[in-house]
């Protein structure tokens, strides 16, 4: 399959790492909207070229997977090229998921092709589990748990803070939560009672770090509802301990199947990189893309619409005899 990758930061390079790992993929071209020439990939022998090229509507590929980001990126990126190509991203504003979904969906059916939007880990393989878990057991309840790992949405907002410099923060389920949930006890939660947020802070040199501090435990909507704390640390510290963008998390589902007989259903994950994982999803489900649209399959899908055998690289017949 003739795979190309819109975008080339670190998910576009998560969606390249996991293609090697694929011997029926082949990345035959990184598309970009900076100049080409300033571009090196860590493929040998893969063209790196412009968005004017891929926007002719003739470039040689079965999907393209598209690497942006969800607030102004792929709103706009992924109708525009499913009327091109197949396609796949990983929309994850969840309110907006809907809307997302119409826009590539007319645009899919009209051109013939497919586009399989929010793939990832959540949205995703959590939804997956959500759904599977909802399905067998109705009467429970499902809890999502991040972390620990970066998240990179808000330590881009403590960037932004005047006075710093580098930030890593990092999201914390709250051990006690935790243990009540697995316990089949069906607690209501707070926002404060499931996670904290850990905050390490690379400050300008004389910037004051009261005031800092201050603006980030008090940000709504980042981090106003959360137990928040924060450390300042140098960038020799930053660059030694927190360089990576490892994450993670859990759904867990308790429900009854009879009065007073409970089940617990727990879906986990540990991820050393949060893209090189959210890129291999991408790519499991390009896999799907190209396979269903040779079989005529048109319109948006999402995770819950693909069945597990278009998504792996075995046959029937191994799945079958492996994996069954």
């Not at 390249?16 to 080409?36: C, F, G, H, Q, S």
Request: net charge negative; with cysteine; charged share 25%.
């Amino acid at each position: 399959m003739k795979i190309g990758i819109l975008g080339y930061g670190n998910l576009g390079r998560g969606v390249e790492a996991a293609i090697k790992k694929n011997e029926d993929m082949e990345l035959v071209a990184v598309y970009t909207r900076r100049d080409p020439s300033t571009l090196t990939i860590n493929t040998e022998g893969v063209a790196v070229k412009s968005t004017a090229d891929l926007d002719t509507g003739k470039e040689d590929i079965d999907v393209l997977i598209i690497c942006g980001g969800s607030a102004t990126d792929l709103p706009a990126m992924t109708p525009k090229y499913a009327a091109m190509y197949n396609v796949i991203d990983s929309f994850d504003t969840h309110a907006r998921i809907p809307e997302h979904f119409a826009n590539v969906d007319k645009a899919a059916k009209e051109a013939g092709t497919i586009g399989i939007i929010s793939c990832g880990w959540d949205p995703g393989m959590f939804s997956i589990s959500r759904a599977y878990a909802t399905a067998v057991l109705p009467d429970g309840q499902a809890y999502t748990f991040w972390g620990k790992g970066v998240s990179q949405g808000h330590s881009d907002a403590v960037r932004r803070i005047e006075g710093v410099r580098d930030c890593r923060q990092y999201t914390i389920p709250v051990p006690a939560a935790l243990e009540k949930v697995r316990s089949g006890e069906n607690p209501e939660l707070t926002t404060r009672e499931k996670h904290t947020r850990e905050c390490f802070v690379v400050a300008e040199e004389g910037a004051d770090l009261a005031r800092i501090e201050n603006e980030i435990k008090t940000m709504p909507n980042y981090f106003s509802d959360y137990d928040t704390t924060v450390h300042f640390i140098d960038e020799a510290e930053m660059k030694k301990n927190h360089s990576g963008l490892p994450h993670g998390g859990s759904v867990i589902y308790s429900g009854e199947s009879s009065d007073g007989v409970k089940h617990v259903i727990e879906y986990s994950l540990t991820l050393d990189s949060n893209p090189e994982f959210t890129g291999s999803v991408l790519v499991a489900y390009a896999r799907a893309a190209a396979r269903l649209n040779a079989e005529g399959v048109k319109g948006a899908k999402t995770v819950f619409d693909i069945a597990p055998s278009y998504l792996n690289r075995m046959s029937g017949d191994e799945m079958r005899a492996h994996l069954l």
